[in-house]
């Protein structure tokens, strides 16, 4: 049962364009949400959260847009460096105070070209 | 750097063996989680400890089995080892208990293969 989606596997962009990467979610429980990236031979790396009583955060060149009702949440990176070229992740959690019970999608692959 | 480290990298195991995987988190974090991340999937949620109990856990069956020491070290124990077991196995710890939303920090993996 995948309650996260990401339905995109990958993505290529040219550097200094906008990345938009996106995730769909099924369970109306989830209250926080999370982007990881990862590169080959490491761990996941914390990108960007966000709360569902928001709908936007933004950090940098990154930002991400919540969207309750269509259970949809996106990041998105502006400008693309070729540096940001990674698989992202997308992540949500429920309320109930498990807060690393993290479910997550299969990843996007970025590829952002000079 | 995430402050998150664990060991060994890579391991090879055969059919039926148990193992035993470490990770040392970042002084202070006392909830620490394991995940299983399959080829070309994310990450699945094993289970999570806080303050060295099991507070959650995922759909995994009884043969995984961890533990956490006061010293922010926390292991993850799978017996009876099958081939489907093979797979990226992370450790992520968090400052937050339970209620607190705060993001995890991953370490950087253990590769098991099952043979």
């Known amino acids: 049962d995948q309650q996260v989606k990401q339905n995109s596997p990958s993505l290529s962009v040219q550097e200094g364009r906008i990345s938009i990467l996106n995730c769909d979610y099924t369970n109306s429980m989830f209250d926080y949400f999370l982007w990881y990236k990862k590169y080959p031979a490491e761990g996941p790396t914390f990108l960007i959260s966000?709360?569902?009583?928001?709908d936007k955060n933004e950090d940098g060149r990154f930002t991400v847009f919540l969207n309750k009702s269509a259970k949809h949440l996106s990041l998105h990176i502006v400008p693309s460096q070729p540096g940001d070229s990674a698989v992202y992740f997308c992540?949500?959690?429920?309320?109930?105070?498990?807060?690393?019970?993290?479910?997550f999608g299969a990843g996007t692959r970025l590829t952002v070209k000079p | 750097e995430t402050g998150v480290t664990q060991s060994p990298t890579h391991l090879i195991k055969t059919r039926g063996q148990q193992v035993t995987l470490r990770c040392s988190s970042q002084?202070?974090?006392?909830?620490v989680s394991w995940y299983q991340q399959a080829l070309g999937q994310g990450p699945q949620f094993i289970f999570q400890?806080?303050?060295?109990?099991?507070?959650g856990r995922g759909n995994f069956p009884p043969r995984f089995s961890g533990l956490q020491f006061p010293n922010y070290s926390s292991e993850l124990n799978v017996n009876a080892l099958e081939l489907d077991d093979s797979a990226l196995y992370l450790c992520?710890?968090?400052?937050?208990?339970?209620?607190?939303?705060?993001?995890?920090?991953f370490g950087q993996g253990t590769r098991l293969t099952v043979v």
């Open positions: 002084s202070g974090h006392n909830t």
């Open positions: 400890y806080y303050r060295e109990e099991e507070n």
């Open positions: 992540a949500a959690s429920e309320g109930r105070g498990n807060n690393n019970d993290m479910r």
């Open positions: 992520a710890s968090s400052l937050g208990g339970p209620g607190q939303n705060t993001e995890a920090f």
């Open positions: 966000i709360s569902s009583i928001k």
